[in-house]
């Protein structure tokens, strides 16, 4: 059974910081891994999508990588600003496609302090 | 273009009743999936369907059951409630059970049960 952990579970930096989230699973079979984003009490706004063939995607100051042998994504946020704080998810898709679902870590909830 | 829209936005339920959940998914998106997120955890897979067909199906319980339209909207209903069935439900669209592109979430259904 695929298991998502992400760390650290909670992070709170100065605004202007550059940081990075990580996100760990234990199946390496994956089809895809989506980096999602949360407000509170609010839907999911993707992100990044990286499929399995790829080692990294990029989009304006946020930057994910994939090892996919080393079951492990990273996702970089350069220049942080207070309106990227949020709860980010980390998400993947196992090579059973829709039918086996997402799995999704508890997420890293961020704090940029201004 | 719409994105993924969900009705009703919240809603509060007696235990024991039952509760009914819509999605539309983005126009063209043949594929939806419904998650449920308790606080503090990341979204757990509940169902997916996929040209009106189930494909796949979490870790939850009988009381659960959906359908899907030949429009592509769903519906997901809950019988029995219970109380820790309290939980943000979230539908997601795709293009196809591939999920080449990744997944688009709704903004959610906010489920009290009381």
């Known amino acids: 059974k695929q298991e998502v952990t992400q760390i650290p579970a909670a992070l709170s930096v100065p605004e202007g910081e550059n940081l990075v989230l990580n996100c760990s699973f234990t199946?390496?079979?994956?089809?895809?891994l989506q980096w999602f984003r949360q407000d509170p009490g609010k839907g999911l706004t993707s992100l990044l999508l990286?499929?399995?063939?790829?080692r990294e995607q990029t989009s304006g100051r946020l930057n994910a990588s994939l090892d996919k042998s080393s079951g492990r994504s990273t996702l970089y946020i350069a220049a942080s600003q207070p309106g990227d704080s949020a709860t980010y998810l980390c998400?993947?898709?196992?090579?059973?496609?829709?039918?086996?679902?997402?799995?999704f870590g508890k997420g890293t909830h961020l704090i940029i302090q201004p | 273009d719409a994105g993924v829209t969900q009705s009703p936005t919240h809603l509060i339920k007696t235990r024991g009743q039952h509760v009914t959940l819509r999605c539309s998914p983005i126009?063209?998106?043949?594929?939806v999936s419904w998650y449920q997120q308790v606080l503090g955890q990341g979204p757990q897979f509940i169902f997916q369907?996929?040209?009106?067909?189930?494909?796949g199906r979490g870790n939850f319980p009988d009381r659960f059951s959906a359908r899907q339209f030949p429009n592509y909207s769903s519906e997901l209903n809950v019988n029995a409630l219970l109380l820790g069935d309290s939980a943000l439900y979230l539908c997601?669209?795709?293009?196809?059970?591939?999920?080449?592109?990744?997944?688009?979430f709704g903004s959610g259904t906010r489920l009290t049960v009381v």
């Open positions: 997601a669209s795709s293009l196809a059970d591939r999920e080449n592109d990744g997944y688009t």
């Open positions: 199946d390496s079979a994956i089809y895809n």
């Open positions: 990286i499929q399995s063939s790829q």
């Open positions: 998400a993947v898709c196992g090579v059973g496609g829709g039918a086996d679902g997402l799995t």
């Open positions: 126009s063209g998106h043949k594929s």
């Open positions: 369907y996929y040209e009106k067909e189930e494909r």
